[in-house]
């Protein structure tokens, strides 16, 4: 790895800290390139490549993670909690949601959560982060071609 390559993986650290510590704040890719010292395009390039997904999916799985703290607790309504983590139409929110945590947050709250009561929340958030989906494989021979240019960034963290 480069000193080049070490210093774009900690710029782009330092995007991905700020989408953990301000997700319910409204957050753009132009705001997260600046914080990553990069153009927005290329800072797209590289927090896919490095990370796996795209800032904006990054971003909508932590918030949903958040949500799905919220409803636990049972003292917040789906709204409440959508309001809460940043989001601003109730239904995108309720479709990532589900689409996330394969249930919709109305039922995800009503379901009974105390066997997570007694787990530390450092284990809790393990065991309930969404997966999402899997990533999306290239479809065109340009997206091929870019995938394999990416891949020299892709580390294991």
């Known amino acids: 790895m480069t000193p080049e390559d070490l210093a774009n993986l900690a710029h782009l650290r330092r995007a991905r800290g700020l989408i953990d510590r301000e997700y319910a704040r409204p957050l753009d890719v132009a705001a997260l390139a600046r914080a990553a010292l990069m153009s927005s395009a290329h800072f797209s390039r590289q927090f896919r490549a490095t990370y796996g997904e795209t800032p904006y999916a990054y971003l909508m799985t932590r918030r949903i993670e958040r949500a799905k703290a919220l ?46 009561e007694s787990v530390p929340g450092c284990l809790a958030r393990d065991l309930t982060r969404p997966t999402g989906k899997p990533a999306r494989k290239p479809s065109t021979e340009q997206d091929r071609r870019n995938a394999r240019g990416a891949g020299s960034l892709v580390l294991g963290i």
């Open 71 to 116: 409803l636990r607790r049972g003292d917040v309504s789906v709204t409440e909690a959508c309001i809460a983590v940043g989001c601003t139409s109730l239904g995108s929110f309720s479709a990532r949601f589900t689409e996330l945590v394969g249930e919709t947050p109305t039922a995800y709250r009503a379901r009974d959560h105390s066997a997570l």
